[in-house]
């Protein structure tokens, strides 16, 4: 189609599969720079429409990884663009890693490029990630996962972090197949043992970071389905269920019951019955709840509705956390207030939900870290909730509506990075599974596997110690961004240079 010679087409065949071998569900994390370097010697042998070439590399990755679309319970009439969500989503993925290839092409024997593509790499996922159109979804730092020497270095650096040592270990290995040069052997093997080493330490730092008090905690997965309508039998369902699931840990005495986004149906604070139900569950076990459900409050004059978790104790809410980062196409229409007024009214079955404000809940005079559902993705507001002196993380979710497809596993395995980098225990409570205790080594301690019903009882250390990425940030990305800005320039001048000199 393009006219690439055999070895070039070979290398992009290698590359698809091992790219997609790396991550969940396969897990063969060491594939990663090996797949880099796979590129690398692609875009040696790519002379002409790499932009192009670039997304239908990337294309099948993000195909793979978000065909879970198609398996969204909605609507009846919103189910028709599911299929356009399904070929959109891939290819504005792609689009990132396809400029990657443009800018990189060129410089890929330059021996700076060490630093430059990486950095290059690192920017343009930062970029995809964040705003309000972010969208981290396998990102490469999700990857390495079941790399438990290399994953603990997120907690000094942050995920990008990672992202970067697998670009620059990738481009180790061109550099050693290019040249067979000893030189880049020696530093390839100095670089992964100073990771692993390092790795190891942050793990070990990551066992004692500063805890004095438990919780004790009980998640209650009820395994109720969503409906996409009110229907009576779901809140009757869902109160069978959660009474069933209080009797069986009356006599454990936990401090606090979790229950999971949208456990709820409707909007609590108006529902006469949820409060019944809250104070029933509440007498039973003698623990305060955690759930999740909707708010719907008048500010500024207007009447905004929310995605919350509310703190029930002693018959009333005393704290609660709005959902901050809503689901773009699914909680709210991005830049709706921007839009021109017909197109202002034009729904495809999204919902008009506002967005919160990062802050811990306070429980016992010790904070909570809440992340509801999506937010779980986005390590930006975890580490802030940890900044804010969070002690433990919360992950709220109702993945139910994906069925049994690989996202609620996905998202569920995301949620492992976040203990990591903040050093802090995640408890996950999932409608549908699945539902975890995650230590700060991102190891599932204990889990309710998905569509079943349980509980799940564990008392969790509060940990006060911050770690070196909670205090520091995303520093990495700041630091590729420097790189790059300078390599280009550098280059153009250098460039400008030459031509006058000719």
Not at 187 to 202: A, E, K
Not at 298 to 326: C, P, S, V, W
Not at 380 to 391: D, F, N, T
Not at 420 to 428: A, D, I, P
């Amino acid at each position: 189609m393009f006219n690439l010679r055999k070895d070039s087409l070979l290398w992009a065949v290698l590359f698809v599969i091992f790219y997609i071998l790396s991550f969940y569900p396969f897990n063969l994390y060491f594939l990663a720079p090996v797949s880099f370097f796979i590129l690398f010697l692609f875009m040696e042998n790519c002379d002409s429409k790499v932009f192009l070439k670039g997304i239908l590399l990337f294309y099948p990755f993000y195909a793979f990884h978000t065909f879970w679309i198609l398996h969204l319970k909605t609507d009846p009439g919103v189910e028709k663009y599911l299929i356009f969500g399904l070929l959109l989503l891939p290819l504005y993925l792609s689009l990132y890693p396809a400029i990657f290839l443009v800018f990189s092409r060129k410089y890929i024997k330059n021996p700076v490029s060490i630093l430059f593509i990486p950095s290059l790499w690192v920017l343009l996922e930062y970029i995809k990630s964040i705003g309000p159109l972010g969208f981290p979804w396998m990102n490469l730092y999700y990857s390495q996962l079941e790399n438990t020497s290399f994953i603990s270095l997120a907690s000094l650096g942050g995920p990008y972090f990672i992202s970067f040592l697998i670009l620059m270990l990738g481009y180790f290995l061109f550099m050693i197949f290019k040249k067979h040069s000893q030189k880049y052997l020696f530093w390839t093997f100095v670089v992964i043992s100073l990771l692993v080493l390092t790795g190891n330490i942050m793990r070990f730092k990551l066992k004692n970071l500063y805890h004095v008090e438990r919780i004790k905690i009980a998640v209650l997965q009820p395994n109720i389905l969503p409906r996409n309508i009110y229907d009576p039998r779901e809140w009757l369902s869902t109160r069978d269920s959660l009474i069933y699931l209080a009797e069986k840990i009356r006599d454990d005495s936990v401090d606090l019951i979790v229950l999971s986004e949208s456990a709820i149906p409707g909007y609590f604070r108006y529902s006469f019955r949820a409060h019944k139900l809250m104070d029933q569950i509440s007498r039973i076990t003698g623990a305060s709840i955690l759930f999740g459900t909707q708010d719907k409050r008048k500010e500024n004059g207007k009447y905004r509705i929310f995605n919350t978790a509310m703190l029930f104790e002693k018959g009333q809410i005393t704290d609660q956390y709005d959902k901050h980062h809503l689901v773009p196409f699914g909680e709210w229409l991005p830049y709706q207030d921007r839009l021109p007024g017909p197109l202002k009214n034009i729904n495809l079955g999204w919902g008009d939900f506002s967005p919160g404000k990062i802050k811990p809940i306070t429980f016992k005079s010790h904070k909570l870290g809440i992340l509801i559902c999506f937010e779980s993705i986005f390590p930006e507001i975890s580490r802030k909730l940890a900044e804010m002196g969070a002690e433990v993380l919360f992950v709220i979710t109702n993945d139910g509506w994906f069925g049994r497809s690989i996202g609620p596993l996905e998202h569920f395995e995301m949620a492992r990075l976040r203990a990591v980098e903040t050093g802090r225990y995640v408890v996950r409570s999932a409608k549908t599974g699945v539902s975890a205790i995650i230590d700060p080594n991102g190891r599932v301690i204990k889990e309710i596997p998905l569509f079943v019903k349980g509980t799940l009882v564990y008392s969790v250390p509060l940990i006060k110690g911050k770690t070196i990425y909670a205090r520091t940030g995303d520093m990495i990305v700041i630091f590729s961004f420097l790189i790059v800005l300078v390599f280009l320039v550098y280059n153009n001048l250098y460039t400008v240079k030459e031509r006058r000199h000719n």
